[in-house]
């Protein structure tokens, strides 16, 4: 059971041995960003896609891959550990990158750039400051400071980056150097996770334009898993600021390679005589190929063989956890998300022309396939519920 608890599963599934490499042919995220990042050791990346479809792992293993290389230096960020995502705003990833080179260099039992470590660490818990009338230059500290601004001829096509920003990102540049001089690698990339999860796209762009352009301008390669949104309408044009995106789709089930693969996913974390294979096939086809899914999905159903006082996890058994399951994901959908859904399932089209069509596909209601072109299909836990309401009328 504690193999099978999802919050923890991609970090487990690297250092313990329980990954699993996608079948031949697939989108294999992590060996593009690790071959790209070895061709052009300061470019940015993008890694876009739906909840529990294998971000966080790709990004653990091209961490991995990247270690091999003997000039790069790959620092993991989980943001959503350091910061709340629900107050994300400019500066935020800079500190945190500024934390991270600072841990590296503990670690490695180093007084190199202690002061700008213990800068990042006073930014990240915050500080008081007091400046004399005499010193005083800059608006931020009250009516005793002076500040007078001349406007340029022209106008940049990006804002310069305030005033906070660009002082912490010379100490940044500072970790930046002491890291090269201790690891004796000079490509350092900073992979970034949990900014999918982030609410305010706004917020989301504003660190985009701000923090990742400046940790860019110090020569680093900077890896953000960001949001689905960012793919659809007005955040579209966030993707243009990284050199490459990625899509992470659910692995398809209904090509060959793909209930082999995520069976073997579910036999590294299950025994083989407490999964019957009945139920193994079971729990990859109600995935729909979301590892995540499949690995709670497969949770639920070990609580009810439990229960139930059974030794081994059945088919009856999982088809209690996936009504359950397709049941908690039908809550709070209206009218108009319900024909939606009839829609996809009955004929697989599907066109995301709004909000809430886009909600569909960030909640995994709406699964889309990418393999050469995109195959959508709903949720398969959610399917017979639909097809009795449809029956119903």
């Known amino acids: 059971m504690n193999r099978l608890t999802t919050g923890a599963t991609p970090m487990r599934a690297v250092t313990e041995g329980l990954y699993v490499p996608v079948p031949t042919g697939a989108s294999a995220v992590a060996e593009k960003l690790t071959a790209r990042l070895d061709l052009e050791p300061t470019s940015s990346h993008l890694v876009v896609g739906g909840i529990g479809t294998g971000k966080s792992t790709q990004l653990l293993v091209s961490v991995q891959r990247l270690r091999e290389l003997p000039d790069s230096l790959p620092l993991y960020i989980d943001v959503a550990s350091h910061h709340d995502l629900n107050h994300l705003k400019s500066g935020v990833l800079i500190v945190i990158a500024g934390l991270a080179l600072s841990e590296y260099l503990a670690q490695q039992k180093t007084d190199v750039a202690k002061k700008a470590r213990e800068e990042f660490r006073t930014a990240a818990q915050g500080y008081s400051l007091w400046v004399d009338d005499d010193e005083a230059d800059y608006d931020d500290y009250g009516p005793s400071g002076r500040h007078f601004k001349v406007e340029g001829v022209l106008v940049p096509p990006d804002p310069p980056l305030d005033y906070t920003s660009a002082a912490r990102l010379k100490s940044v540049k500072v970790l930046i150097e002491a890291a090269r001089e201790v690891s004796s690698r000079h490509n350092v990339v900073l992979l970034m996770d949990s900014l999918d999860r982030a609410p305010n796209m706004d917020a989301f762009g504003t660190v985009i334009a701000n923090d ?127 024909k939606t859904l009839q829609r996809v399932r009955k004929s697989g089209t599907f066109v995301s022309s709004s909000d809430k069509d886009i909600a569909l596909l960030v909640t995994r209601r709406v699964l889309e396939y990418q393999n050469g072109r995109s195959r959508y299909d709903v949720h398969p836990t959610i399917a017979p519920l639909l097809e009795s309401l449809a029956d119903s009328k």
């Open 212 to 338: 990742i352009r400046g940790l860019r301008e110090l020569g680093l390669g900077v890896v953000v898993v960001g949001p689905l949104r960012v793919l659809f309408g007005a955040n579209r044009p966030l993707t243009d600021r990284f050199d490459h995106t990625y899509y992470v789709s659910p692995v398809d089930v209904a090509n060959e390679a793909g209930p082999s693969f995520l069976k073997q996913v579910l036999l590294r974390r299950i025994p083989k005589d407490i999964l019957a294979p009945e139920a193994a096939d079971s729990l990859t086809h109600y995935s729909g190929g979301v590892i995540r899914d499949m690995l709670s999905l497969a949770r639920s159903a070990g609580e009810e063989a439990y229960v139930s006082g059974s030794n081994t996890i059945a088919t009856d058994h999982v088809d209690r956890a996936v009504d359950a399951f397709g049941r908690s994901m039908m809550v709070g959908l209206d009218d108009a998300e319900m």
